[in-house]
């Protein structure tokens, strides 16, 4: 089995800043897409910033500038790091990984996902 796990999470003051942390482990081949979403009370779960296994980057327009996903492929982990929070950004904050495994000799990929980390913002 897969298993994320993140860190990093908690309660900082509006103008700071926060770094996620997400490992990835188990019979992992190997891992294309990496990403962080997050989820507010009463609200869907949104995309935050998602990178490939070549680095290329996507934010959404709320954090553009003050957010930064990179990872660390050897280690199969994936970070977020966060500047300038704002206390609309209070919210649990998942990482997900597109993992390639092999399930009975076939190469398989499947989407897996953290179990969350909560990060709050005060104003």
């Known amino acids: 089995q897969v298993q994320l796990v993140e860190s990093g999470g908690g309660l900082v003051q509006a103008g700071g800043s926060l770094r996620l942390s997400c490992v990835a482990s188990?019979?992992?081949?190997?891992?294309?897409?990496m990403g962080w979403y997050r989820q507010a009370p009463g609200m869907q779960r949104e995309l935050v910033a998602d990178i490939t296994s070549g680095g290329t980057t996507n934010y959404a327009d709320s954090v553009k500038g003050r957010f930064t996903i990179s990872r660390d492929n050897a280690k199969n982990t994936v970070y977020l790091q966060m500047n300038s929070l704002k206390p609309e950004d209070t919210a649990v904050y998942y990482c997900e990984a597109d993992v390639i495994r092999y399930v009975a000799l076939v190469r398989s990929e499947g989407r897996y996902w953290g179990q969350g980390t909560q990060v709050t913002v005060s104003s």
């Open positions: 188990g019979k992992i081949v190997g891992i294309n897409g």
